[in-house]
Nanobody, 126 residues
Framework: QVQLVESGGGLVQAGGSLRLSCAGS????????MGWYRQAPGKQQRELVAKITSGGTTTYEDSVKGRFTISRDNAKKTVYLQMNSLKPEDTAVYYCNADLGYYTSSGYLRREYDYWGQGTQVTVSS
């Protein structure tokens, strides 16, 4: 079974830092782009926070530029999100997302463009 498992969320004061991790496990053959999305309280949609391609090209949502840094360790199938200078408006559930190829239990190779983790809560107090 393929999983993306996030960790590192929690409660922090405004101006503080957190580092999120998301590790892929299971019969993963390859991971292409990986990213972090968030869903703020009361909002129905998730918004892209940052994305990184397999080659290391990064994209950031405007409000986090200069404060957040996304990185990845391909050997560990892990993506990180370093969040500095956190603001109360960063409060949300953060979800890991990956475009990946994996083997099913029947041995077939399958590609999933939007594979999601279970989410981790980030709360920033003022």
């Amino acid at each position: 079974q393929v999983q993306l498992v996030e960790s590192g969320g929690g409660l922090v004061q405004a101006g503080g830092s957190l580092r999120l991790s998301c590790a892929g496990s299971g019969r993963i053959l390859s991971i292409n782009a990986m990213g972090w999305y968030r869903q703020a309280p009361g909002k129905q949609q998730r918004e892209l926070v940052a994305k990184i391609t397999s080659g290391g090209t990064t994209t950031y949502e405007d409000s986090v530029k200069g404060r957040f840094t996304i990185s990845r360790d391909n050997a560990k199938k892990t993506v990180y999100l370093q969040m500095n200078s956190l603001k109360p408006e960063d409060t949300a559930v953060y979800y890991c997302n990956a475009d990946l190829g994996y083997y099913t239990s029947s041995g077939y190779l399958r590609r999933e463009y939007d594979y999601w983790g279970q989410g981790t809560q980030v709360t920033v107090s003022s």
